[in-house]
């Protein structure tokens, strides 16, 4: 069975700091992108950070840079988005997605999300 779960989420206060977690099972993460997304209440859902197979090229938002770390490994199957400094507008929730290439075309996967709340 495929899946990504999705975890690390929680209460923080602003300047805190959160790791969240994407574990696959079912299929590897190790080759093609995977990013991470937030979405805000009424609002779309955002690109945050991205990472292809290897770690060859890592790419953030504008708004996080500097703050958010992508990072993989991929003997656990799992990806990491280390966020520090936190702001109360990095309160989303945030989702995982995979984007795995097969001989057929490239596959989208989506976890459930996990809530992350900045708030004094």
């Known amino acids: 069975q495929v899946q990504l779960v999705e975890s690390g989420g929680g209460l923080v206060q602003p300047g805190g700091s959160l790791r969240l977690s994407c574990v696959a099972s079912g299929f590897s993460l190790s080759s093609g992108v995977v990013n991470w997304y937030r979405q805000a209440p009424g609002k779309e859902r955002e690109l945050v950070a991205s990472?292809?197979?290897?770690?060859?090229?890592?790419n953030y938002t504008d708004s996080v840079k500097g703050r958010f770390t992508i990072s993989r490994d991929n003997g656990e199957n799992a990806v990491y988005l280390q966020m520090n400094s936190l702001k109360s507008e990095d309160t989303a929730v945030y989702y995982c997605?995979?984007?795995?290439?097969?001989?057929?075309?490239?596959?989208?996967?989506w976890g459930q999300g996990t809530q992350v709340t900045v708030s004094s």
């Open positions: 997605n995979a984007r795995p290439p097969t001989n057929w075309g490239i596959l989208n996967y």
């Open positions: 990472i292809t197979s290897a770690g060859g090229t890592i």
